[in-house]
């Protein structure tokens, strides 16, 4: 199965908000409410900074927001920090209870 | 958390089994799943196993080479891989579920590399 669709990269200078786009089809991302998004530092794990879509867990800051229209995804990250630098990635649930993850974003703070 | 061991440097063709121990939850009532990270690359999930070890998913890349298993006595998920190809060569993380079966990571462990190289 095909990764889900992100842009490579994206990039924003300190104070705006970026938004980061996850494409999949109806089987995945259109099909169910079980979108995450992970932040990834260069050889560090990933973390999670939404679930089911739009749920923050504890600790991850208001400026990460999720949303989802039809099959595809989205993060936003308001407020840009130099720290926001890193890879974003999207995930869902598919329709052959497997997870799927996309290719991967690189947001640059200008 | 969620502690990886076993990767190591293995020749195409050959089999390798990971192991990662986990800790500080129940970890009979989560599915597990491990994912992989190529040099340079996004990630790939690979497999994954509900709580009760009934149900197990498996990744087409490797499907049929790869099994996925657990022991909810010793709270350890293992991943053996066979038949190794250049293309597995990877970090792999150990991944806690947000419910018994499969539905998104919440947790993830430091990861173990495996090259396949001869």
């Known amino acids: 199965q095909s990764a889900l669709t992100q842009p490579a990269s994206v990039s924003g200078s300190p104070g705006q908000s970026i938004t980061i786009s996850c494409t999949g089809t109806?089987?995945?991302?259109?099909?169910?409410?079980?979108v995450s998004w992970y932040q990834q530092y260069p050889g560090k794990a990933p973390k999670v900074l939404i679930y089911d879509v739009t749920n923050r867990p504890s600790g991850i800051s208001n400026r990460f927001s999720g949303s989802k229209s039809g099959n595809t995804a989205s993060l936003t990250i308001s407020g840009l920090q130099a720290e926001d630098e890193a890879d974003y990635y999207c995930?869902?649930?598919?329709?052959?209870?497997?997870?799927?993850f996309g290719g991967g974003t690189k947001l640059t703070v200008l | 958390q969620l502690l990886e061991s076993g990767g190591g440097l293995v020749q195409p063709g050959g089999s390798l089994r990971l192991s990662c121990a986990a800790s500080?939850?129940?970890?009979?009532?989560?599915?597990m799943s491990w994912v992989r990270q190529a040099p340079g690359r996004g990630l790939e999930w690979v497999s994954g196993i509900s709580g009760s070890a009934s149900r197990r998913y498996y990744a087409d890349s490797v499907k049929g080479r790869f099994t996925i298993s657990r022991d909810n006595s010793k709270n350890t998920v293992y991943l053996q891989m066979n038949s190794l190809r250049a293309e597995d060569t990877a970090v792999y993380f150990c991944?806690?579920?947000?419910?018994?079966?499969?539905?998104?990571?919440?947790?993830w462990g430091q990861g173990t590399l495996v090259t396949v190289s001869s």
């Open positions: 109806d089987s995945d991302v259109g099909g169910y409410n079980y």
């Open positions: 991944a806690k579920d947000r419910r018994m079966t499969l539905i998104a990571v919440d947790n």
């Open positions: 995930s869902s649930l598919t329709s052959s209870a497997t997870l799927l």
């Open positions: 500080g939850f129940t970890f009979n009532i989560y599915g």
